[in-house]
T-cell receptor
């Protein structure tokens, strides 16, 4: 079946512009995560959506970053007034979280964001 | 203390040897444990899940879980150069709606 889909796959923009990154999770997956990964670094947690609960935004690095998940499905990560340090790969993952315990995450291919 | 800790490596082993990767976690109530492999420039992919104390084997991979000592390990037997990657340990806690916490990863190099 279809996996996690992210778009665009690559985005190049000028410093100061706003960008929107999209994630379409696997159908039926209630949990959705956004991560950021800079070159040669580990996964940096950004935000976590679980069903209808309030999202865990504890990883968002500044108020320029926001995310929403509409209808419990598609999610959009928005970065306002982009800075060069925002350049990274942004990864989305989804998980079913069934059976009363956490389940593995399935990752999309990521969006490579470059800020000029 | 980090919630999930891994030795960053790099860990270098000769081809055919056993590679041993270790991970410790802080949340004693954690229920689900995962190992992911990430090749350079690619997304992480799941290689093992383990939920109960003891060993779980899948081909050349064995995951070991010890909840009392709060560690989980991954053994790779007959290591191949194609196993060279970063291995990420991930733990689902008992709070926060099963939020997953990732370790920083261990880089493994298998020398031909």
């Amino acid at each position: 079946g279809a996996g996690v889909s992210q778009s665009p796959s690559n985005k190049v923009t000028e410093k100061g512009k706003d960008v929107e990154l999209r994630c379409d999770p696997i159908s039926g997956h209630t949990a959705l995560y956004w991560y950021r990964q800079s070159l040669g670094q580990g996964l940096e947690f950004l935000i976590y959506f679980q069903g209808n609960s309030a999202p865990d935004k504890s990883g968002l690095p500044s108020d320029r970053f926001s995310a929403e998940r509409t209808g419990g499905s598609v999610s959009t990560l928005t970065i306002q007034r982009t800075q060069q340090e925002d350049s990274a790969v942004y990864l989305c993952a989804s998980s079913p979280n069934r059976g009363g315990r956490g389940q593995p995450q399935h990752f999309g291919d990521g969006t490579r964001l470059s800020i000029l | 203390q980090k919630e999930v800790e891994q030795n960053s490596g790099p860990l270098s082993v000769p081809e055919g040897a056993i590679a041993s990767l270790n991970c410790t976690y802080s949340d004693r109530g954690s229920q689900s444990f995962f190992w992911y492999r990430q090749y350079s420039g690619k997304s992480p992919e799941l290689i093992m899940s383990i939920y109960s104390n003891g060993d779980k084997e899948d081909g050349r991979f064995t995951a070991q879980l010890n909840k009392a000592s709060q560690y989980v390990s991954l053994l790779i037997r007959d290591s191949q150069p194609s196993d060279s990657a970063t291995y990420l340990c991930a733990v689902n806690g008992n709070t926060g709606g099963f939020k997953t916490i990732f370790g920083a990863g261990t880089r493994l190099f298998v020398k031909a």
